[in-house]
C-alpha cells in the first residue's frame, strides 16, 4: 500500500521499488515540548519532539527525507537510503546523513525475507543520527496493524523463518534487548545463508520448520510481544515542521478524533495495554487501523476528488 505525506509526497504504486521523496525544510514549529538530542556544534537548533510516541517534532533547518513501503527487501532498503545520502555505501551500515531527518512511512513488514533486519536497521541507523544531530522516525502503516492482529496472510516463507532464528537468537540475548535487537542486521545475515541449503519443500522437518516460524511469528508480534512493542515506539500520524507524514490519508474527522490520541491509543493497543474506557471496545483502535477510511489503509486521495467530497459530506451530515 502507498504511504502519504500530506501537502509534499505524492502516493507511490505498490508495484515501484521504494521512492524517496524530500521535503524542504520550513521554519520550526512550536507545538513542541521535550528535547529530543542536540546536534554536535552549532550548525543547528536542536530536534524537540512532543507526545509518546513521537506526534509534533521541530526539526529547524534540517533536511527532510521520506521513504515508503520497504516489504522486508533489506537490499532495496540500503539502496534507497544511500540514494538518499544517508547509509554509508560500503556494507558497513553507517549513517552519512549528518543533521538530515529520515522518515519511513511504514509497511516494512510483509512480503520479503527481512523484516526484522530492516527495523534493526533503522534503530541503529537513528542512534547514530542522533550523535549527529540528526534523527529516524518511523511510521506505522497497515502492514504493521496486520501483522499484530495476527493476519499473516502476506508473509513469506523467510519471514517466517527469520522470525524463528530472531526468536531463539532473543533467547540467547535476553538480558539485554536493546543490543540484540540493534544487532540483529548483522547477526541474521549468516543466518539467512544457511537457509539457503538445498532443502525438499515436503520434506517433514521443513513443514516442521513452517510451523515453528508461525508459531516464532505470532509471540514476536501479537500485543505486548517483543516486536509489537517495538512497533509501540512509533506513530500513525507524525508532524515534522509544517508536514503531515502518515501511512495511507489522513481526513478531517481523524483530526477532529486527535491525532495524538489516536497514537497513544495504537501504542496501547500494540503494547497489549488497555484503559477502562477501552474494555467494551473490541474493534479499539478502530479510527486509526480499521476500516477503508482508517489512517492505515485511506486510498480517498487516490481516487476522484468527487468520492472524497461525498464522503466528507457524508460525515458531516452524521
Known sequence: MASLCLNSLPMSPPSQPPK???????????????????????ASKPIVVSGNPPTFVSAPGRRIVAVGDLHGDLDQTRCALEMAGV????????????????IQLGDILDRGEDEIAIL?????????????GGAVFQVNGNHETMNVEGDFRYVETGGFDECTDFLE????NRDDWEEA??????????????RKLPQNYW????????????????????????LACELARHAVVLKVNDWVFCHGGLIPNHVAYGVERMNREVSHWMRGLSDSDESDNPHFPFIATRGYDSVVWNRLYSRDTSELDDYQNNQASR
Do not use: H, M
Open 169 to 172: 537468537y532473543l533467547d540467547d
Open 120 to 132: 534493526s536497521l533503522l534503530r541503529s541507523l537513528d542512534i547514530q543520527a542522533k550523535d549527529e
Open 203 to 226: 520434506d517433514p522437518w521443513n513443514l516442521v520448520r513452517r510451523q515453528k516460524g508461525v508459531i516464532a511469528r505470532s509471540i514476536l508480534l501479537r500485543p505486548g510481544g517483543p
Open 181 to 194: 535487537f540493534v544487532g540483529w542486521t548483522g547477526v541474521s545475515k549468516q543466518l539467512k545463508e544457511d
Open 87 to 102: 547509509l554509508s555505501p560500503d556494507g558497513q551500515d553507517l549513517w552519512t546523513g549528518g543533521e538530515t531527518v529520515l
Open 20 to 42: 524517496l521523496s524530500e521535503a524542504p525544510s520550513p521554519s520550526s514549529s512550536s507545538l513542541n515540548i521535550n528535547s529530543y538530542y542536540g546536534s554536535k556544534g552549532e
